[in-house]
């Protein structure tokens, strides 16, 4: 019974470049959310999506930052021209429905920008 | 929007001693309120938590939680830690189908 996956778990990029994070929800869970813990920090809501759908983005920075979950297939944050701000950890979790139901984590990735 | 302070950041114990680490939210009508914890190099797992009912919630690992309305607080304890509870622990409560995180608590257990 696989829980969150989340790829890579480490990512090293330079100032500019691009950041793509995977998540893949647990089985029969059709929704996810985006985390981001920056050092020293609790962690931060970005994005909530459902299947092909964008329900909250009240949390991501207005520039660089994007977010899908496709209809078949992980779902994707992907971070344009990074900066040494964007350095931190990026937590996905995932749920059966978005009311009473439990967010189950996945490992995160850490994201280092050189 | 909602808000949740946890009143420690870092919090030294020897084993047995008891734990209660504060968390206050911030908002008045109905409330889901939630505790993770992160062990070192883990994921966030979900200890226990609060909808509706009965206000003192048990969890896993022998942790419970008690939901004081009037104080707007949902503090975590534990009667006797150990070792292994070495970790950081996070309060939340929902808006919408998002999270609302607290800055965290570190507990560092010594054996």
């Known amino acids: 019974n696989a829980g969150v996956m989340q790829n890579p778990r480490h990512l090293v990029r330079r100032r500019g470049q691009e950041a793509r994070l995977r998540c893949s929800p647990m089985?029969?869970?059709?929704?996810v959310y985006w985390y981001r813990q920056l050092p020293e920090e609790g962690l931060k809501f970005m994005v909530y999506l459902q299947k092909e759908n964008i329900i909250d983005e009240s949390g991501m920075p207005k520039e660089r930052f994007s977010a899908e979950f496709p209809k078949e297939g992980p779902s994707i944050l992907r971070i344009q021209q990074v900066v040494r701000g964007d350095s931190a950890a990026y937590f996905c979790a995932s749920s059966r429905d978005s009311m009473r139901e439990t967010q189950y984590f996945g490992p995160g990735t850490r994201l280092l920008v050189l | 929007a909602q808000s949740v302070s946890q009143h420690n950041h870092h919090v030294i114990l020897s084993e047995a001693a008891s734990l209660e680490l504060g968390c206050n939210y911030s908002y008045g009508g109905t409330v889901n309120l939630f505790w993770y914890v992160q062990y070192p190099g883990q994921h966030l797992q979900l200890l226990l938590k609060y909808f509706s009912g009965d206000p003192l919630v048990k969890g896993i690992k022998g942790f419970e939680a008690e939901f004081i309305k009037s104080k707007f607080s949902f503090n975590l304890r534990k009667p006797s830690v150990q070792w292994s509870d070495t970790a950081e622990y996070f309060c939340?409560?929902?808006?919408?189908?998002?999270?609302?995180f607290g800055q965290g608590t570190e507990l560092s257990v010594k054996p």
């Open positions: 939340a409560t929902r808006e919408g189908g998002k999270l609302i």
């Open positions: 089985k029969g869970h059709s929704h």
